[in-house]
T-cell receptor
Framework: DGGITQSPKYLFRKEGQNVTLSCEQNLNHDAMYWYRQDPGQGLRLIYYSQIVNDFQKGDIAEGYSVSREKKESFPLTVTSAQKNPTAFYLC?????????????FGSGTQLSVL | AQSVTQLGSHVSVSEGALVLLRCNYSSSVPPYLFWYVQYPNQGLQLLLKYTSAATLVKGINGFEAEFKKSETSFHLTKPSAHMSDAAEYFCAVSGFLKTSYDKVIFGPGTSLSVIP
């Protein structure tokens, strides 16, 4: 079945450490996104990519980095510069980048700080 | 800035009762509107979307939503709640920006509890 796979499901970060969240899709979608979810705040866009080898900052990109070397993969690195990384991270994709495109989501990664 | 508000961060209904989840958006431009559902520890999945074809939109699992331009609202309803409807519901909008990428703006979410 086609879909989006996020790993790991749970991740713990030590102070000063960089961690990478994996996101893989087999939907052949061009656009991919990373969202951060905090209780009571909805979803906030971190980064998005409309095509391979290209990505743009979202609303809360500081302390995060991404790459898009393959169409199927869009990993997110939470760097030590992100001082409050504890959150639920969701990866999503869409067939295109139009305003009415449906977003397909992975099952998320819960990141916590040790 | 464009925004989406969802009145009531938590709603409780009895099984079999009407479900009403409220969503209002701030825009003078008719946007695209979506409702997504999130079950515990999972990602979001699309319930329904409005794209101007009809003001009353039917979605999956018996949910529907009505677009009211004059009220800038897109409330989600279901005639009879089921235990399996317990989840977090997010209203989302897009279509404000006429650029190559039009950002989706999510509301803060409403947690729905269904009481047996």
């Amino acid at each position: 079945d086609g879909g989006i796979t996020q790993s790991p499901k749970y991740l713990f970060r030590k102070e000063g450490q960089n961690v990478t969240l994996s996101c893989e899709q087999n939907l052949n979608h061009d656009a991919m996104y990373w969202y951060r979810q905090d209780p009571g705040q909805g979803l906030r866009l971190i980064y998005y990519s409309q095509i391979v080898n290209d990505f743009q900052k979202g609303d809360i990109a500081e302390g995060y980095s991404v790459s898009r070397e393959k169409k199927e993969s869009f990993p997110l690195t939470v760097t030590s510069a992100q001082k409050n990384p504890t959150a639920f991270y969701l990866c999503a994709s869409s067939r295109g980048q139009g305003a009415n495109e449906k977003l397909f989501f992975g099952s998320g990664t819960q990141l916590s700080v040790l | 800035a464009q925004s989406v508000t969802q009145l009531g961060s938590h709603v409780s209904v009895s099984e079999g009762a009407l479900v009403l989840l409220r969503c209002n958006y701030s825009s003078s431009v008719p946007p695209y509107l979506f409702w997504y559902v999130q079950y515990p520890n999972q990602g979001l999945q699309l319930l329904l979307k409005y794209t101007s074809a009809a003001t009353l939109v039917k979605g999956i699992n018996g949910f529907e939503a009505e677009f009211k331009k004059s009220e800038t609202s897109f409330h989600l309803t279901k005639p009879s709640a089921h235990m399996s409807d317990a989840a977090e519901y997010f209203c989302a909008v897009s279509g404000f920006l006429k650029t190559s990428y039009d950002k989706v703006i999510f509301g803060p979410g409403t947690s729905l509890s269904v009481i047996p």
